[in-house]
């Protein structure tokens, strides 16, 4: 293996351990060094580094179509699971997101509010109604899997997985950083904007091949993905006008709100009547 070579196996193997090591609780080796390359790597894995997180969240649904226990049970605990498995750390960042976007229409101000850490009245909320739209999501998801569990299983963890693909596409040129530090200004404008593209399509294709194999409607899966990044921009593009920039926190809103549009796509397409053949 040549030294180039070696170079970039080290890039992407530290890459992997940043997004682990960022987006979940699973415990790694911190990665060698950290720059806007292996930033932009780490975006571009966070689907793969989430798998374990989605691997809850499977489980779950699982368990609720072939048993038949409440939906709504299973689903508060896929949800709780999903969140341990990521230390609570996005909804911390919508938290705060939200508290500064409430706090005020001054810059430095709502930054101010954003780093001091407490969860406040729009915090709270947001943190509350993003949940209950998690849980109402899989537990329709639930309700609906006993006449297709695998496909229950696939839309699910493609909305998870998606709702971290979004995170590269958000960190590309064009998005600045709100703060010259902190995890906002590692990764802002790291991800060529071709290959946060490329993912998503990826991803897409993945996971309606994965429908398809299943039995389930393969045209879900893109509609997930989409509805995700329309999300997961929008919320970007509303911080980047207030906060001039993103930061870890905007990164943590971004994910659970993608998340939770994306569950509730994916439950309204599963609810959808396959045609006769």
Request: overall charge positive; aromatic content about 4%.
């Amino acid at each position: 293996m040549t030294a180039e070579n070696r170079c970039g196996a080290s890039t992407l193997v530290d890459g992997w351990r940043m997004s682990v090591g960022t987006l979940t609780a699973v415990p790694i080796t911190p990665p060698s060094r950290i720059d806007r390359r292996i930033a932009g790597h780490a975006m571009l894995l966070a689907p793969l580094a989430a798998l374990p997180v989605a691997a809850v969240w499977a489980s779950f649904a699982l368990v609720a179509g072939l048993i038949g226990l409440l939906p709504s049970v299973f689903a508060a605990v896929a949800i709780a699971g999903t969140t341990l498995a990521t230390r609570a750390m996005h909804l911390d960042g919508l938290a705060d997101t939200a508290d500064g976007l409430s706090a005020s229409y001054d810059r430095d101000r709502a930054l101010a509010v954003m780093k001091t850490g407490d969860v406040g009245p729009s915090g709270a909320a947001a943190i509350a109604l993003v949940l209950f739209l998690q849980i109402a999501a899989s537990a329709s998801l639930f309700v609906l899997a006993p006449a297709g569990p695998a496909a229950a299983v696939v839309l699910g963890v493609l909305a998870l997985c998606a709702s971290r693909q979004v995170l590269a596409l958000v960190c590309t040129p064009g998005t600045p950083a709100a703060r010259p530090g902190g995890l906002g200004a590692t990764v802002a404008g790291s991800v060529p904007l071709w290959a946060a593209a490329t993912a998503l399509g990826a991803l897409a294709i993945v996971g309606s091949t994965a429908l398809a194999a299943v039995g389930g409607a393969w045209w879900a899966a893109p509609l997930v993905v989409l509805t995700a990044t329309l999300s997961g921009t929008a919320t970007t593009r509303r911080c980047v006008r207030r906060f001039g920039g993103i930061t870890g926190d905007v990164l943590g809103a971004v994910v659970e709100i993608s998340f939770a549009a994306g569950l509730c796509v994916a439950a309204l397409a599963l609810s959808v009547p396959m045609p006769a053949v």
